[in-house]
């Protein structure tokens, strides 16, 4: 579907051009690298398993052996394959319990509680949005938690609490219909209330007297929006390609999708699809190649808001350079209310969906890191120096480091392709690094990156080494392959991969962990895995986005990666048009959070949750908080 198509709600344009592929580059699609390897024979022939085995060593097809090298019991690794014991919710009982997918069902071993839906106060003398009445004003929506619920990680209090800590949430997005209850803005005041719905929340949350989770009133409770200020360090701060005419601070984060964490404490939030924010009015406006390789289009996602903010029109030369203060990876301090949130221009900017921290014996930062668009790219970065010597230096570690983007090999290795001045093609593209980071994606074509399914979350594996990718899926795959054996690929995949070493060159080895079509006709059915998160004793969980099959809807589901073939078992299955994501826990794993995301996309009448089913009350994000029965680790 073109972007000129797109003229009325903006639901159906998210389902649409949040992945539509503006990659036009030739490259060899990652397809055609395992085609290469592997024969659709082997798939066939023998399943999953059979077609990995037939490619890895016995020693390759056991994935993690727990972050403190010890079983479930803690005594040793032999104990494969007995990291979950729970009780899955199966098919039946989900079609049994939902209410025809109007409530939510979680596993008999474990219970939920809802947490911050949409519109919840996060300082004192705030109302609260309830999904009833009118929508909340601007200012309230400032105050309020937002919505569009995605990554997030809780920091405990004094870094050992399991009943206390300070929360921070991205909100990726909310439609027209559902943030104002319209289709369109009609006014700057409407366009106030869709920026403040938007962004991020820092709020402190714990266990009152009933054992419950709740909000805490804190000074360190905060609200950072499309209007908040914001710093930007690495190459491109200061530079031409972040100055505007009309001379505006730099404001906003937007479209704040998956997210990571800092071994320093900090937050890692990533900005996705900020170019659906954007739109222009003069009809006679051309996009140059930056705009184009990165999707704008004259209406963007039909939020409107170019029509009554001049930021966000980019045909206004007065903020022609607007766009270029979206796309990157920003950094938040939980503790400190009073710090503007930094974004890390020489970590890349494109469409970031998640970022994973690895550190290895140097103690640089790797970092991990999908492009979130069919036949887009994965890429890493690493840090100068060491964290520590960064820290005591004063010095940000993500502020200086190299960008690399992945090419796959045919033989199961990999290359990290380096984004810089230092090599030859691109310095016959780009003046400055700064230049070449505004411009990562095209950057990435020019070096022949290998095109992916959609590369989501990151997560590193409990060895501390591999690191897994979600795939979603790529409804515009056009033939069938052993990767993607349906044509189009609606399922998705997760692959693994592993850097060699600092001292072997920047290579890396990969691996399939599962294709999601080998789960069908299974009672563990499963597709279009999204969120991830790998816990220290070996579980994988996964949050998916898209048309669940046999009646289900988005879910959560765990693997436990010491088996030799890994399937998923079902924890929790959400509502109606729903995405399961985001991810959070306690110290001690026995508390884990995870966001149901645009319930029902907003509408009553497909499901109010988290309120009672009434047909009327406006259904709300929210984050549902999982514990075990018996108190034991989630995932268990």
Not at 592 to 599: E, G, I, L, R
Request: hydrophobic share 30%; with cysteine; glycine share 12%.
């Amino acid at each position: 579907m073109s972007i000129k198509e797109f003229d009325g709600d903006n639901e159906a344009i998210h389902e649409e051009l949040e992945s539509l592929s503006t990659n036009n580059s030739g490259n060899k699609p990652f397809s055609d690298v395992l085609a290469e390897h592997m024969t659709r024979r082997d798939v066939m022939r023998g399943s999953l398993a059979a077609a990995v085995a037939a490619f890895f060593t016995p020693q390759d097809l056991i994935a993690g052996k727990g972050g403190n090298g010890k079983g479930k019991n803690g005594e040793g690794e032999d104990e494969g394959g007995n990291l979950i014991n729970f009780t899955p919710v199966s098919i039946a009982d989900y079609a049994a319990q939902s209410d025809g997918g109007k409530m939510p069902v979680i596993s008999p071993d474990y219970e939920y509680q809802v947490l911050i839906p949409w519109g919840t106060p996060i300082k004192p003398g705030v109302p609260e949005y309830d999904g009833t009445g009118p929508r909340p004003t601007a200012a309230q929506q400032e105050n309020q938690i937002g919505i569009g619920h995605d990554g997030m990680w809780l920091f405990a209090e004094n870094g050992t609490s399991n009943e206390d800590g300070v929360l921070c949430i991205n909100h990726e997005f909310g439609t027209n219909a559902h943030v104002l209850g319209k289709p369109s803005p009609l006014s700057l005041e409407d366009v106030r209330l869709s920026q403040a719905a938007h962004g991020c929340s820092v709020v402190r949350v714990g266990r009152d007297s009933d054992g419950k989770w709740d909000v805490v009133f804190d000074n360190r409770n905060r609200r950072i929006t499309v209007n908040t200020p914001v710093e930007f360090d690495g190459p491109v701060a200061g530079t031409e390609f972040l100055h505007n005419l009309a001379g505006n601070a730099p404001l906003g984060t937007v479209n704040n999708c998956g997210n990571g964490y800092t071994p320093w404490g900090t937050y890692l939030t990533c900005e996705e699809n900020f170019n659906g924010y954007f739109g222009w009015n003069d009809p006679e406006f051309v996009r140059n190649p930056k705009q184009e390789r990165y999707g704008f289009g004259p209406n963007g996602f039909g939020y409107g808001w170019h029509e009554f903010d001049e930021r966000f029109d980019i045909s206004n030369p007065d903020y022609a350079n607007e766009y270029n203060r979206f796309g990157w990876i920003v950094e938040i301090d939980p503790q400190n209310p009073d710090a503007p949130p930094v974004k890390h221009t020489a970590m890349g900017c494109f469409k970031h969906e998640a970022i994973a921290i690895r550190i290895p014996e140097s103690g640089k930062v790797h970092c991990y890191m999908g492009d979130d668009q069919r036949f887009d790219y994965c890429y890493k970065f690493v840090s100068k120096k060491p964290w520590l010597v960064s820290i005591s230096q004063g010095i940000n570690p993500l502020s200086e480091g190299t960008l690399y983007v992945a090419k796959f090999n045919a033989d199961g290795t990999g290359d990290w392709l380096e984004l810089s001045m230092e090599n030859p093609i691109l310095a016959t593209m780009f003046n400055s690094q700064a230049e070449l980071l505004i411009n990562t994606r095209i950057a990435a074509d020019m070096l022949g990156a290998t095109p992916m399914d959609r590369p989501e979350w990151t997560t590193i594996a409990a060895d501390g080494d591999s690191v897994f990718w979600t795939l979603t899926n790529n409804s515009q795959r056009q033939s069938p392959n052993v990767a993607n054996p349906e044509a189009p690929n609606s399922d998705g995949h997760i692959i693994r991969t592993r850097d060699r070493g600092e001292g072997q060159g920047e290579k890396f080895d990969w691996k399939f962990f599962i294709l999601a079509s080998e789960t069908r006709g299974t009672e563990e059915v499963f597709t279009d895995p999204d969120a991830a998160y790998a816990d220290p004793d070996g579980r994988l969980f996964i949050g998916t986005d898209g048309g669940q099959p046999d009646g289900l809807q988005d879910q959560l589901t765990v693997f436990d990666t010491t088996e030799p073939v890994p399937m998923p078992k079902r924890l929790f299955v959400g509502v109606n048009s729903d995405e399961i994501t985001g991810w959070a826990q306690t110290p001690d794993q026995t508390t884990a959070m995870v966001n149901m995301q645009h319930p029902g996309n907003g509408d009553p009448s497909r499901t109010n949750f988290p309120a009672a089913t009434d047909g009327s009350t406006v259904p709300r994000d929210c984050t549902i908080v999982i514990t075990r029965n018996n108190g034991g680790i989630v995932g268990s």
